[in-house]
């Protein structure tokens, strides 16, 4: 089922009534509402979801979607084997249909009221608040005004408030013994919520006495008039329909402002137009909701899927409950604290979560920084200083370079950005130098429906382009290491670094990678035999850096010693299940002696970068003298709100792998797997019959797909590259999209990739599917510069 957009349109004034708590009068309220719209104008229909509001609004427009045989909790109803329980989806796909149709047929206002309080379950055991969350209806509260009212009710605002809910205005019946209107007042007065206290209603009159149906109508009537008379309902009225006019106007207004103030990162402003830049509203779960107006005069808002995962970052979709619940207990708890010399539970937790969790034995210590630039800073501070205090080298009196990989990025701030090679990123940067050497590398995609690793063009040497019947043969590594082709691999990259040593005097201090993808050189998916190789030769063979140097061992504390150069996996896009495992490195066999993880590491909610490092390189920092200690810090180091995020982050995540929850796109990867009924080394959530198919589009060069990770690669005879425009049309046709939905994405350069929560469903995924076959597979798209 596609997913449903948020519910927002120019002329149909939608509110959602929510609880306190059950029996606080909702629908008394909403009928309040309804009569005194009718009477501020001429013959309005208005919609409204209940047989009270049918007998004393008289026009009204109702609609009951779903209704259970007896009045009891959904938790409890759904037990009836007879009932067919519709799924959450479902239920918000009729309760926007039905909005939207009456939007329409000029309908000006509805309420939408939901059952029982904020947290009621909805029909599969939801919370109400989560179930509607994605229509981030503006709010209606009926506050409660019995004993523990007052708690209830702002417990019910601070839940909603919470979910990222617009809370417009605040009802609730006055109780002159209690009062808890004059309380909650002035508690909604301080955060600009009107409140409107209300007589309360009449008594009902038992059901045995005489004409009991008959004296509860005739007073409910009276009622109803004595409110819409002596109350300013109306005011209230006027202040939601203006409410609701300048959410629009502010949504249309804000891509001007932006291009009046905003200085965007990796934007070429030349030329740029306020219609280039698209107003998010909302966001939830893998989609964004983008104001769309002149695709829409209505004014209304489109589910956009986020296609870029928001440049890598979201791990368990936005607007998650859990997470922002876990940020608010550690704001609570904590706000920020200093941290060198101090420690707080989240920040002690999560480094041992850590620890724990990604089986690499030399991992000891964890440093904390802000993002992933900066904790790549920090890996390269440590293992320059490891290999200059190995080798007794003055890093003062002779440059100390790095090894890497051509295409790879390792972030913007001054040191990291001279780990990478001249590219469109810093050439242009003017305390730029580059230090290092950066190989060529084999690379993967498939083609025609055949796995295929490319040679580069100039190296000869590392023999003919492999083929493979599917992604886990690439990835079989224990068989492929003893390989003709990774003996030519170890034997090309010793010779190259032989000869950067001996005949050009360079001197390496680190190994610095992405594993498996080089992210933001264009999705460059190295064959991962040359990564392990590579890190084998560095480590067998130390002599090659320096001519003294001590074999491979183990450290007093029995923990694997570094040898050759401090091996650095820069895992910030690559880590925490991007790629379908809790490391990239397990797709190599190899232990990093520093890695690096941000990004996913909190869901995708805050900022927030570790470092770890195995001690040796540690004890590398260690002397009487503070100027020899890591000298690097932030202001917000170990952050406890990140920290907290965090912790509660990887324990979803790492029960997500135990539960099974990837377990049917395993199967669906697992038909083209050589492992004969194993689970498969490589897989991903989306589609193998989607990245096979893709492999014969007509302008498709190769593709791949891992983990949560597209990548489609188009043709281009301008040569391709960052600069290159050949994905551009794809882009402008997702971002169309389709009448319920449309998809956000990035390019780099001819490549277009798309990327999805690890929480994402798989039929919001089939759904952008079929966009991309539509796309590049029935014509839909005309690929420049594509022809062979």
């Known amino acids: 089922m596609p997913p449903v957009g948020a519910a927002l349109w120019r ?13 606080v009068g909702k629908t008394i309220v909403s009928t309040v509402l309804c009569n005194a719209i009718q009477r501020n104008q001429a013959a309005p229909r208005l919609p409204s979801s209940s047989p009270h509001l049918q007998r004393y609004a008289n026009g009204i427009l109702t609609e009951c979607l779903y209704q259970f045989d007896e009045p009891v909790s959904p938790h409890i109803a759904a037990r009836q084997k007879s009932l067919t329980i519709p799924r959450d989806d479902e239920i918000l796909t009729a309760v926007r249909q039905t909005l939207s149709d009456w939007a329409g047929t000029g309908i000006n206002f509805a309420l939408v009221e939901t059952a029982g309080g904020v947290h009621s379950p909805g029909p599969n055991g939801n919370s109400q608040a989560d179930l509607y969350r994605p229509l981030r209806l503006p709010i209606v509260l009926v506050a409660d005004s019995r004993l523990g009212g007052i708690s209830s009710s702002i417990s019910a605002y601070e839940s909603l408030r919470l979910r990222g809910y617009d809370v417009h205005s605040v009802l609730l019946f006055r109780d002159d013994y209690y009062q808890n209107h004059e309380y909650l007042r002035t508690y909604f007065q301080k955060k600009s919520i009107p409140l409107v206290p209300l007589p309360s209603p ?43 006019t300048a959410r629009i106007e502010r949504l249309e207004a804000m891509p001007g402002r932006a291009h009046e103030t905003i200085w965007y990162p990796f934007t070429q402003h030349h030329g740029m137009a306020p219609t280039d830049i698209t107003a998010i509203d909302s966001a939830y779960d893998d989609f964004f909701q983008t104001y769309r107006p002149a695709a829409s005069p209505e004014g209304g808002l489109r589910a956009t899927f986020d296609g870029s995962a928001s440049w890598w970052t979201q791990g368990l979709g936005h607007g998650n409950p859990d997470l922002a619940l876990s940020a608010a207990y550690a704001a609570g708890r904590y706000g920020h604290v200093m941290f060198p010399g101090n420690i707080h539970e989240p920040a002690l937790s999560l480094a041992e979560t850590l620890l724990e969790s990604v089986g690499n034995p030399r991992l000891q210590k964890v440093f904390y920084t802000d993002n992933g630039s900066t904790g790549m800073e920090v890996a390269v501070k440590m293992g320059l200083r490891a290999a200059c205090h190995r080798y007794g080298w003055d890093a003062s009196q002779e440059q100390i370079s790095i ?45 025609q429906g055949t796995w295929r690793i490319a040679m580069p063009v100039d190296m000869e040497a590392l023999g003919p382009d492999l083929q493979f019947a599917s992604l886990s043969a690439v990835f079989d590594l224990e068989a492929r290491v003893q390989s003709e082709a990774g003996q030519r691999y170890k034997e090309y990259i010793r010779a190259t670094l032989e000869t950067l040593v001996q005949q050009h005097g360079m001197k390496f201090g680190a190994l610095i990678m992405e594993p498996v993808i080089l992210g933001a050189g264009g999705m460059l998916f190295c064959d991962p035999l040359f990564q392990r ?25 029995g923990q694997p010693s570094w040898s050759g150069l401090p091996v650095i996996f820069d895992e910030v896009f690559t880590g925490l299940y991007r790629l379908g495992r809790r490391t990239a490195a397990s797709f190599l066999g190899v232990d990093a002696d520093v890695a690096v993880n941000a990004k996913l590491l909190t869901g995708g909610l805050v900022p927030l970068c570790t470092t770890l490092a195995s001690a040796e390189i540690f004890e590398a920092f260690s002397s009487p003298e503070k100027s ?32 099974g929850s990837w377990d049917a796109s395993r199967r669906d990867w697992q038909s083209s797997s050589s492992s004969d009924g194993d689970s498969p080394e490589a897989w991903s959530t989306w589609s193998h019959g989607l990245v096979h198919d893709l492999s014969y589009g007509e302008g498709v060069e190769g593709v791949f797909a891992m983990g949560t990770v597209l990548s489609i690669s188009l043709k281009d005879t301008q040569g391709g590259g960052y600069t290159s425009t050949a994905a551009q049309g794809l882009q402008q046709a997702l971002a169309a999209g389709g009448r319920e939905f449309a998809v956000h994405s990035r390019v780099l350069g001819n490549v277009l990739y798309l990327m999805a929560s690890i929480t994402a469903q798989a039929e919001a995924l089939r759904a952008i599917e079929g966009l991309l076959r539509a796309a590049l597979l029935d014509g839909a798209v005309s690929i420049p510069g594509a022809t062979d």
């Open 533 to 557: 190789c590579l890190t084998e030769v560095v480590r067998g063979h130390p002599e090659l850096f320096d001519e003294d140097a001590p074999r491979a061992s183990s450290t007093p504390a």
């Open 202 to 244: 009449p008594a009902r009159p038992q059901s045995h006495e005489p004409d009991a149906v008959a004296r509860d109508e005739e007073a409910m009537a009276a009622y109803y008039d004595r409110v819409a008379r002596g109350t300013d309902v109306t005011g209230l009225l006027e202040e939601l329909t203006a409410k609701n």
């Open 628 to 659: 020899d200690a890591l000298l690097h810090g932030h202001s917000y180091t170990a952050h406890a709100v990140g920290c907290q995020v965090a912790v509660d982050s990887l324990r979803t995540m790492m029960q997500m792998e135990r539960d």
């Open 403 to 447: 090894l890497g990989l051509k295409g790879s990025y390792h972030g913007d701030t001054m040191g990291v950005m001279d780990c990478s090679e001249p590219s469109t990123y810093n050439k242009k940067v003017e305390w730029y130098r580059g230090r290092g050497y950066w190989f060529d590398f084999p690379q993967v995609r498939l083609s």
């Open 11 to 23: 002329s149909l004034r939608a509110h959602q009534v929510y609880g306190a708590n059950t029996d």
